[in-house]
């Protein structure tokens, strides 16, 4: 209902983290506080400090836990330092991951993790490379618009086809961007080749 409030939530009853001290992992120290499980956690049963479970009400409060379980075997990747494992600093960021099982199953995660954000940064290229092409010939569209009958098939055809070239060209550059290593030996190949057929070229001929 419009006049009832949810209460406010005072600070001291924000969610927050407990991090178990003096983790270790073969005698390496671990920085719990710093690592991003990607599973694994376990959720405890709900905690009612007011009210009662299963009669829910406004007013009541209640405590969840997450806990990552201690009797299951973890792969943390960092950096080393000593006898400790701490984030690797790369730039401006700096990360330390972990999850149950052995390391092939860690580097999936991470693989996983890596491919999405390879997806979302291509989706939002496409979008932008989109909406550029679309706003280069909007006069065009616009001017389409008016012609009656044929003018918002014809608009919208010119939109089709544009989304069709950005997504085109957003794929091209993914692949430039994904295989930049391999593209440069190509060009290498064909300069190095350049440079052989020109010293052959100039080479003086036996007589």
């Not at 299963?54 to 950096?79: E, M, W």
């Amino acid at each position: 209902p419009a006049d009832v409030q949810n209460p406010k939530i005072a600070d001291s009853e924000k969610s927050t983290s407990i991090y178990a001290p003096g983790c270790k992992v073969n005698d390496y120290d671990i920085d719990v506080k710093s690592t991003q499980f990607y599973s694994g956690s376990k959720q405890l049963p709900k905690v009612y400090l007011v009210g009662k479970e299963g009669t829910n009400k406004l007013g009541d409060k209640r405590v969840s836990y997450s806990v990552q379980p201690s009797d299951i075997s973890y792969t943390f990747a960092g950096a080393l330092s000593g006898k400790k494992i701490v984030p690797y600093v790369k730039d401006t960021e700096s990360k330390m991951v972990a999850n149950p099982g052995e390391f092939k199953q860690l580097l999936a995660q991470i693989k996983g993790e890596d491919q999405m954000m390879g997806y979302i940064w291509f989706g939002a290229g496409f979008i932008l490379m989109a909406a550029g092409l679309m706003m280069l010939v909007g006069p065009i569209t616009t001017l389409l618009e008016f012609i009656p009958f044929i003018g918002g098939l014809g608009s919208g055809l010119i939109k089709v086809v544009l989304a069709i070239v950005a997504f085109v060209l957003s794929a091209i550059f993914w692949w430039v961007v994904k295989l930049w290593w391999l593209i440069l030996l190509v060009v290498l190949g064909f300069v190095a080749f350049g440079i052989y057929k020109k010293k052959t070229a100039a080479a003086p001929k036996p007589a």
